[in-house]
């Protein structure tokens, strides 16, 4: 069964999580009519969390073929029916299926038919209150699910796989039933199932795709293993840290340019196992950052050359020859027409701009 990471989103985002107090009755279903590569369960998340492009909406999980997202609390509504304040957004849990062309649209119909199966029961939510997002205001949705609407409903019936509380083998240091994500979560590691993979690949699991038993064999040597610390040092809003050269991808799954590591930032925000730097404003994993060192080689400002791009730092605030920087520099990109020792002079603003304040 796939793993539920709970990444609910914060109050103050009212657009997205209203905070009405909710008893279910009813559980609706959504397409993401999202085909684009990348566009998994994690990715619609990144979308709630960064306010859905200013849009009024919200749902309460996302499925994907590996694994999914919930969002919002079963017990509060979503804005995700289309039917104001009817018992589609205020009494009814909704669940978006992705269709992301590089993953398995049918596991991921599996996984929620799953899904649905383990809230109707924790919910006493009958099999024909479960619907299709059409059923509240007309809108073709579940698109690619409403031509085998019934055969969707038989799968929920058939749904295998348990959805009691995991248990421990009394006894033994085996777990036999327990879940993955929630002991990555709870010694503050990233839990997503591109760094399960990851673990996956360094503690010998061949060919990992996110399965229950696969899920539990990792589970089960990483507790045997090298124990997975904690950081040694607590991050706080403020602090000065050091990203590392060894860090691959960013907390929202973009690839780190070379340019971005080795570097020192400031952190703007921090968020269970992430944090957010304010000079580049992009989330970090904290497993990828540590305390400012400038005594490392890694750490000596990198060399520019006339003809690279480089992007000024949101933080600079003066020009090399001391004028103010406008606000419409900052974090804009430029090209390098000319290098000092300590400076680079940019083309399209033709001004001299130090090293420590582009990257």
Known sequence: ???????????????????????????????????????????????????????????????????????????????????????????????????????????????????????????????????????????????????????????IKGASGTVDAPSQQVGSETVTNGSVVDYLNSIDKDASFSNRAKLAKQYGIKGYKGTADQNLELLNKLKKGKPLSKPSKSIKVGSKVYLSKGAKKYATGENIPSSIKGKTYTVQQVKG??????????????????????????????????????????SASKFATGESIADFVKGNSYKVKQVKSDRVLLDGIMSWVRKSDVY
């Open 273 to 314: 196992n992430k944090v957010l730097l304010k000079e580049i404003y992009s989330w970090v994993y904290k497993s990828d950052v540590g305390g400012s060192s400038k005594s490392t080689a890694s750490s000596k400002p990198k060399s520019f050359k006339p003809g690279q791009k480089v992007t000024v730092k949101k």
């Open 1 to 155: 069964m796939p793993e539920i990471i709970k990444d609910f989103l914060p109050r103050s985002l009212k657009n997205q999580r209203p905070g009405n107090p909710m008893t279910p009755k009813y559980i609706t279903v959504h397409n993401t009519a999202n085909s684009s590569k990348g566009a998994d369960a994690e990715m619609h998340s990144r979308y709630l969390h960064n306010g859905a492009g200013g849009r009024v909406v919200g749902w309460h999980l996302t499925v994907d073929d590996k694994e999914i997202y919930q969002h919002l609390p079963t017990d509060e509504n979503g804005w995700h029916a289309g039917d104001g304040n009817g018992d589609g957004n205020m009494s009814s849990i909704g669940i978006e299926i992705c269709e992301n062309s590089d993953g398995d649209f049918d596991k991921a119909v599996k996984n929620a038919q799953w899904l649905v199966k383990k809230l109707m029961k924790e919910h006493n939510i009958s099999i024909n209150n479960v619907v299709p997002h059409k059923h509240w205001s007309g809108k073709n949705c579940p698109r690619l699910m409403l031509g085998n609407w019934d055969e969707f409903i038989e799968g």
